[in-house]
Every structure is written in structure tokens, then in C-alpha cells.
């Protein structure tokens, strides 16, 4: 048994950094990445198998011809998306559909749940996740006005922090965080605004009625589950998509894979598993059949599963 290693993708966008070069090693494509596509089947920005038999091939590919690996799951698509988002501006904000309104209204799509784990942040770092208004008319009505100020809820953060952002959730990530995002595979975004800022000269669209649609209100704050602990590894939140893990690895442990495939991201440290080395910045599918995993090392992880 061996691990499956993935190339990530990057994305250049107008509030990114260099974070991903400085913090983790990687060739950037410039100054202004904000997204690294770290374990991705999604066509907008599709990861390759990094060495072993299945070296080069898209992940894609990999899921469609050799499905046993991911305990035959039964999808018509790689299920999930893991990202490390370095957000050295404000990104917009936005909310996303689930999947009954992607399917309809985003020629096939699925939605996007989605869970935002604080690798780092700045001292006074905060985030944007839900809204103030009662209802759809006041809703429309602040928005139309741009009193995002009464609007938004901003919440301040730190390292470490753990965050369940739901389909109809308004949110955003604010400058001075670097996130780990686990999500569903899907690249939907509406955005309600983006603080007139301007690409290529014009103002990135936004998507107000699409919004409008699908936002939940009023907002119900979803309270952190309650940590499982495993000794090294914690379960951070489980729902119909994902479960998420935070491991923190020092000398030599193991687990048994219950789900289909899991998905792993070294955030440092280093470690081994099935005789090969991972290291800070690293992402890996562990396959099916993969039974007790012994590893060993000083390092720490986010671990994912589908459900």
C-alpha cells in the first residue's frame, strides 16, 4: 500500500499574497496568490499524481478508470476540495448554493458546504460569517442600500480556530488569515459585494439575485461540535459531506480507515507512513483498503473523509 501524492494548483487573484511561497515552499506564480488547489478534481483548477505508478495523470482520471483506490464511491465526480487560501485582502462578500439550487441553476454543479480550519492569523484578525437581518425584505433592502456595516457579522479569530460555513451562509475571509478549506467540489461563489474594488480595470461582477435566492434568513449560527478525541487526532465536524480531522503527530501512532479514502495536509513537521516521507506543505489520498495506518514523526495534519 502506498499513498497517492498530489501536485496543487494555484490560483492568482486580486486580494492574495505570498504566503504559500514564504510560509510553505511553494512555486507561486507571483505576489498576488491566493489559493492553492491542494487536492482537486474540479475542472477550474485540476491537480496531477505526483510519482508512483499513476505519476502525471489527473486526478479525474484516476477516479473515473480506477475507483477501487477510493472504495468505489458512488459519485459522478472526485467529491471533495481541499484548499489553503492565504488572504492578504479582503475577499468578497459571498454565499453559496446548495446542491438543489447549483443543479438547477449552475448547469449541473454541485453547492458548496464548506469548513475553514486557522492555520494563521493576524493578532487582531477577524472573519465575516452570517447577517443581521430579519427578514428577506430587510434583507434585499439593506443590501440595495450597502449598509454592510449593520449587515455582516464580523467575528475575530485565531490560530487554530475551526468554522462550519454552510450552503446560504453569508461569509468572507478577511485579510491577515491564512485557511486550510475543506469543501465540497465545487467553484460556485455569488458574490453580494466586493468593496468597489476593480480587475483589469472593471469591478468583478456580482450576483445579487442569485444571492438574494439563496441566503438563509434569518441567520442561524452554527455552534462548533464538540471535539472527538482520539488521542493524536481530534475530529473537528462531521456532516453529510465530510468529516475533518486535526492530527498532531509526535513519535509514532496509527489509525484504521473506516471511510472510503481520506485526505491528508501536512501543516508541519514532517512524518512517514507506508515508508514514505511527507513534509510541511504536502497533500496525500490515503486509498481504500489501506486498513491500519502506522506513522510516525513530529508533524501536524488536517485529515478529510468523505461520507
Given at each position: 500500500m502506498s499513498i497517492i501524492r498530489i501536485n496543487p494548483?494555484?490560483?492568482?487573484?486580486?486580494?492574495?499574497?505570498?504566503?504559500?511561497?514564504?510560509d510553505f515552499g511553494y512555486d507561486i506564480p507571483s505576489d498576488h496568490t491566493g489559493e492553492c488547489w491542494a487536492v482537486s478534481a474540479h475542472p477550474d483548477g485540476e491537480c496531477t499524481v505526483s510519482g508512483g505508478e499513476f505519476d502525471g495523470e489527473p486526478l479525474s482520471k484516476l477516479w473515473n478508470e480506477h475507483r477501487e483506490l477510493f472504495g468505489n464511491y458512488p459519485s459522478d465526480?472526485?467529491?471533495l476540495l481541499t484548499k489553503i487560501i492565504d488572504a492578504?485582502?479582503?475577499?468578497?462578500?459571498?454565499v453559496h448554493p446548495d446542491d438543489s439550487y447549483a443543479a438547477v441553476n449552475e448547469n449541473g454543479s454541485l453547492g458548496k458546504m464548506e469548513c475553514w480550519y486557522i492555520i494563521d492569523c493576524d493578532k487582531d484578525a477577524t472573519i465575516i460569517i452570517g447577517h443581521n437581518a430579519k427578514t428577506k425584505e430587510e434583507l434585499k433592502s439593506m443590501i440595495d442600500n450597502e449598509k454592510w456595516s449593520e449587515l455582516i457579522r464580523?467575528?475575530?479569530?485565531?490560530?487554530?480556530?475551526?468554522f462550519q460555513i454552510d450552503p446560504g451562509t453569508v461569509h468572507a475571509i478577511k485579510a491577515g488569515t491564512l485557511i486550510l478549506e475543506t469543501q465540497q467540489s465545487s467553484d460556485i461563489t455569488y458574490r453580494l459585494y466586493d468593496y468597489g474594488r476593480l480587475q483589469?480595470?472593471?469591478?468583478?461582477?456580482?450576483?445579487?439575485?442569485?444571492?438574494?435566492?439563496?441566503?438563509?434568513?434569518?441567520?442561524v449560527e452554527r455552534k462548533a461540535q464538540e471535539e472527538e478525541s482520539d488521542g493524536w487526532m481530534k475530529k473537528l465536524y462531521s456532516c453529510k459531506y465530510y468529516t475533518v480531522w486535526k492530527a498532531e503527530l509526535s513519535?509514532?501512532?496509527?489509525?484504521?480507515?473506516?471511510?472510503?479514502?481520506?485526505?491528508?495536509?501536512?501543516?508541519?513537521?514532517?512524518?512517514?507512513?507506508?515508508?514514505?516521507?511527507?513534509?510541511?506543505?504536502?497533500?496525500?489520498?490515503?486509498?481504500?483498503?489501506?486498513?491500519?495506518t502506522r506513522i510516525s514523526g513530529n508533524a501536524e495534519f488536517i485529515f478529510s473523509a468523505p461520507m
Open positions: 494548483v494555484f490560483k492568482e487573484v486580486i486580494w492574495g499574497g505570498s504566503r504559500l511561497k514564504t465526480r472526485f467529491p492578504n485582502g479582503d475577499l468578497s462578500i459571498q464580523e467575528i475575530p479569530v485565531k490560530k487554530g480556530d475551526f483589469n480595470g472593471k469591478p468583478r461582477p456580482l450576483h445579487i439575485e442569485k444571492s438574494l435566492d439563496v441566503i438563509e434568513v434569518p441567520f513519535g509514532e501512532e496509527s489509525f484504521t480507515t473506516e471511510q472510503p479514502f481520506m485526505i491528508g495536509s501536512v501543516l508541519s513537521g514532517e512524518a512517514e507512513l507506508y515508508g514514505e516521507k511527507v513534509s510541511k506543505g504536502d497533500h496525500f489520498i490515503i486509498p481504500a483498503g489501506s486498513g491500519e
